[in-house]
């Protein structure tokens, strides 16, 4: 059974930095995909940014230059440095790992942008 579990989450004035980490039990993260999902209250889940098992990463365009993901398997941590933070980006921040056949998730925490 894989268990992700995200930490780093918090309350932050507009324009500070977070680093939000995750990490997984099992011995599938250097073959998976990795990403940061956000859910706000009453909105969809969307995509924050991701990392393939090659480092290639992508990002959502509200989130460039600002958001960096990395990955380290050999700790089975995938991180999410968040820098000049906005009361947008306040969300429930959840981590996933996807293969061909399987996703799983974090249960996810929470950020907090104050203006």
């Known amino acids: 059974q894989v268990q992700l579990v995200e930490s780093g989450g918090g309350l932050v004035q507009t324009g500070g930095s977070l680093r939000l980490s995750c990490v997984g039990s099992g011995s599938i993260f250097s073959i998976s995909a990795m990403g940061w999902y956000r859910q706000a209250p009453g909105e969809q889940r969307e995509l924050v940014a991701g990392?393939?098992?090659?480092?290639?990463?992508n990002y959502a365009d509200s989130v460039k230059g600002r958001f960096t993901i990395s990955r380290d398997n050999a700790k089975n941590t995938v991180y999410l440095q968040m820098n000049s933070l906005k009361p947008e980006d306040t969300a429930v921040y959840y981590c996933n790992v996807v293969g061909k056949a399987y996703v799983y998730w974090g249960q996810g925490t929470q950020v907090t942008v104050s203006s």
């Open positions: 990392i393939t098992t090659g480092g290639s990463t």
